[in-house]
């Protein structure tokens, strides 16, 4: 029964897209990804760099949400706790041990393992969907509250304070690996971003075609059905879940690497922001939280200057409009128009 082909399980419409436009999107992804590697360093600011810097790192939190919930079905609102926790768990590390690697490594090892102890208790306590959802958001919100109130001596990790709501100024870059402890520019520890980006959706693209990913979607389907068919479904949501983990982990560590660490990491507005990047971008895309992301946080930008309009505003008449009248979210939805239009065009050539 075990061995019963999980594509049985059938989906519906743009769910078999991720595996047969494989090689069209990872195609995209990878021209523009180099494009913006040899080019962006050459010919932008250092300033530009620092703020290209921040958005690709909230990219990688919002895929990291995207595998989770969108092909995982789990619905967390605890991904700006791993993001938060890789950010501090960096500095802290970096500064302890004087080893800027080494807390890179714990950035996103720290994550992961924090991620599998708490999905443990959730997924082998089978949780429903809705309690995920607010245990996870309970968890981040005391991450909040408890570094929100660490000011004072009392509150170090070794001889790191943590500084209450000013966070950790003192974060230092990533260093060359040469052992002269010399801090990487601006331009290398753009490109070091931008390709963690790259590879975070590789990696995530390679898991979704394996036999382990293609369950994870059955599962999201229909839980039971798979259930019976032999798929053990705890064991499938915990290693989506700390994945989802160790990757909001590393952006907490390339964010850590373009400003610093602070409470504001945890925060309830970080929390919210995840998910509309995901709604606005679509669930059903890898591509789809990366546009969200670029999207809101550049109309967010350009209100901020302008200072028009309300930025909250702006964006919840937006998040409205997305949910009414385009659910799936903008790329899938570009997928199947263009689609539509290449069918429609393919008849009118047979027509002739």
Same mark, same amino acid.
């Given at each position: ?27 995209? &992804? ?15 600011? &250092? ?21 989770? %919930? ?53 997924? %082998? ?8 959802? &607010? ?67 590789? $990696? ?70 995840? &998910? $509309? %990047?995901?709604? $606005? ?17 550049? $109309? ?53």
């Amino acid at each position: 029964m075990s061995q019963t082909n999980v594509s049985a399980i059938k989906t519906s419409g743009f769910e078999r897209r991720p595996f047969e436009s494989f090689d069209k999107e990872s195609a995209f &992804v990878l021209i523009t990804g180099l494009l913006l590697l040899v080019l962006m360093p050459q010919y932008s600011e &250092v300033y530009t760099l620092i703020t290209a810097t921040i958005y690709i790192s909230l990219c990688i939190l919002a895929v990291s949400l995207g595998l989770v %919930w969108g092909y995982g079905g789990i619905f967390c609102l605890g991904q700006a706790a791993f993001f938060g926790l890789g950010g501090y768990t960096y500095a802290i590390a970096a500064l302890n041990l004087g080893d800027t690697t080494l807390g890179a490594m714990a950035a996103v090892i720290v994550p992961m393992i924090f991620a599998a102890a708490l999905g443990y208790f959730i997924f %082998w306590g089978r949780i429903g969907d809705v309690y995920v959802g &607010v245990i996870t958001l309970t968890v981040t919100l005391i991450f909040v509250r408890f570094l929100n109130g660490s000011a004072g001596d009392n509150y170090s990790i070794g001889s790191v304070p943590l500084g209450g709501f000013n966070g950790i100024p003192m974060t230092p870059q990533l260093t060359t690996l040469d052992g002269s402890g010399t801090p990487l520019s601006t331009q290398a520890i753009f490109v070091i971003s931008l390709a963690a980006l790259m590879l975070v959706y590789f $990696i995530c693209r390679l898991f979704l075609s394996s036999h382990t990913g293609r369950t994870m979607i059955a599962i999201r389907e229909n839980e039971l059905r798979a259930e019976l068919l032999g798929y053990d479904v705890r064991l499938i949501k915990l290693l989506t879940f700390t994945l989802g983990g160790g990757i909001a982990g590393l952006a907490g560590l390339l964010f850590a690497n373009a400003l610093t660490v602070t409470p504001g990491m945890f925060s309830l507005t970080n929390t919210v922001q995840i &998910v $509309i %990047w995901v709604l $606005i971008g679509g669930r059903l895309s890898l591509l789809g939280p990366i546009f969200g992301c670029l999207f809101v946080q550049m $109309i967010s930008a350009q209100l901020g200057v302008s200072g028009l309009l309300n930025p909250e505003i702006v964006l919840g008449v937006i998040l409205i409009i997305f949910v009414l009248f385009v659910p799936n979210g903008a790329v899938p939805t570009l997928y199947q128009m263009a689609e539509r239009g290449l069918n429609r065009l393919k008849r009118g050539g047979h027509g002739k």
